[in-house]
């Protein structure tokens, strides 16, 4: 009588083991690493406005579709793709060494006429 459970309990343990895939519609880490970098440039911008708290939500809100516009990227797919990379620390902190490497380059040059 036992031995049915521990079988079930090991079969339930190997099958929770099962490595994830990562799902086709999650960002690659570059283009993930691409918006985060001007999601956080755009999120600067926005609190840097002489504008009230509330205001600059609504700007930055307008600002990030931009965002996710020039990277043909909708909002769903950029939060899903976050949930998606948050279950992986490591390769969160990786990308986000990434984005803060590239956000440093970009602050060292302020005259770059480069759009964010």
Known sequence: MKSPIWAILLLFLILSCESKKKPSYVLSKEKMISV????????????????????????YSLMEQEVFDKH???????????????????????????????????????????PF
């Open 72 to 114: 043909q990227v909708s909002d769903s797919i950029f939060q899903e793709s976050m949930r998606y990379y948050l279950q992986f620390p490591d390769q969160m902190d990786e990308l986000y060494a990434r984005v803060i490497d590239s956000l440093v380059v970009k602050e060292s040059a302020p005259d770059s006429q480069e």
């Open 36 to 59: 985060l970098i001007d999601i956080h440039l755009t999120e600067g911008i926005a609190s840097a406005l002489p504008i009230s708290y509330d205001s600059s939500q609504t700007v």
